[in-house]
């Protein structure tokens, strides 16, 4: 079965800078789309950024383009979203999920907990 675990969430002042970690376990992860999600409260979920297998391309949302990176370490089965000049709209639980590069919007898997981040002003 396959599971992402998303951690490095938390408490940042405005201005500040997180970076998020996305673990996927249950198949081979180097051929894999990764995307980032968030959803606010009351908010629906919101496609932030995608990186293909290989680790480019990668596709941004306008919302985060120019702060947020998005990364992978495949050899670690891992994702990252490095988050920069982050401001209170960006408070949101944050997840990722693999996808396909020509749907980078739609996520394959069950959702995992995601991780929460606080922007105060």
């Known amino acids: 079965q396959v599971r992402m675990a998303e951690s490095g969430g938390g408490l940042v002042q405005a201005g500040g800078s997180l970076r998020l970690s996305c673990v996927v376990s249950?198949?081979?992860?180097?051929?894999?789309?990764l995307a980032w999600f968030r959803q606010g409260s009351g908010k629906e979920r919101e496609f932030l950024a995608a990186i293909n297998r290989g680790g480019s391309p990668s596709l941004y949302a306008d919302s985060v383009k120019g702060r947020f990176t998005i990364s992978r370490d495949d050899a670690k089965n891992t994702a990252y979203l490095q988050m920069n000049d982050l401001q209170p709209e960006d408070t949101a639980v944050y997840f990722c999920?693999?996808?396909?590069?020509?749907?980078?919007?739609?996520?394959?898997?069950?959702w995992g907990q995601g991780t929460p981040v606080t922007v105060s002003s």
């Open positions: 999920n693999r996808a396909l590069w020509g749907y980078p919007r739609t996520p394959l898997n069950a």
């Open positions: 249950g198949r081979t992860f180097s051929t894999d789309t």
